[in-house]
């Protein structure tokens, strides 16, 4: 599925095709928590980073959040825009808030990293959802196979 998407103020804006565009899974450690902010959780999608278009990309600045994670943000306003690891080179992972395509709605939500939460972040665990205090069981693409929502 081709995705667009942008910061706030419009300086950075992308394309890329991701076969994992669902947003499923919400992680609640302090990196994902203190860069995207809303809910107390993140929300990154999987996307082929061979694939990544972007205008504005004087605008796009790093930070390494653990070693070999970079995460982009916009120099102007701050929104967050996608997540690099070395250790999946072939995946760039966006910020699903950063998405201005319509996403698929998932039919179950993955908590991960609750063992990290802040103690106002009430995670919304509904029938079915799947919950870990760390690292889940299954990955972004088994997940999107497992259900049937591969793109």
Request: with cysteine; hydrophobic share 35%; charged share 25%.
């Amino acid at each position: 599925m081709k995705l667009e998407g942008s910061c706030h103020c419009r300086a950075v804006r992308f394309t890329v095709d991701a076969p994992h565009p669902v947003p499923f899974m919400r992680c609640y450690c302090s990196i994902c928590r203190k860069t995207a902010g809303g809910g107390g959780y993140a929300i990154n999608l999987g996307a082929r980073a061979d694939t990544m278009q972007v205008e504005g990309r004087g605008h796009v600045k790093t930070y390494a959040s653990s070693e070999g994670t970079e995460r982009a943000f916009c120099d102007t306003c701050g929104s967050a825009l996608w997540v690099f690891s070395q250790d999946w080179p072939e995946l760039i992972h966006p910020q699903a808030g950063a998405i201005d395509t319509d996403l698929p709605v998932p039919p179950e939500h993955v908590h991960m990293m609750l063992g990290s939460r802040a103690n106002w972040a009430e995670p919304q665990i509904e029938e079915g959802d799947r919950t870990f205090e760390g690292y889940p069981d299954e990955t972004l693409a088994a997940w999107h196979e497992r259900t049937g929502m591969t793109r």
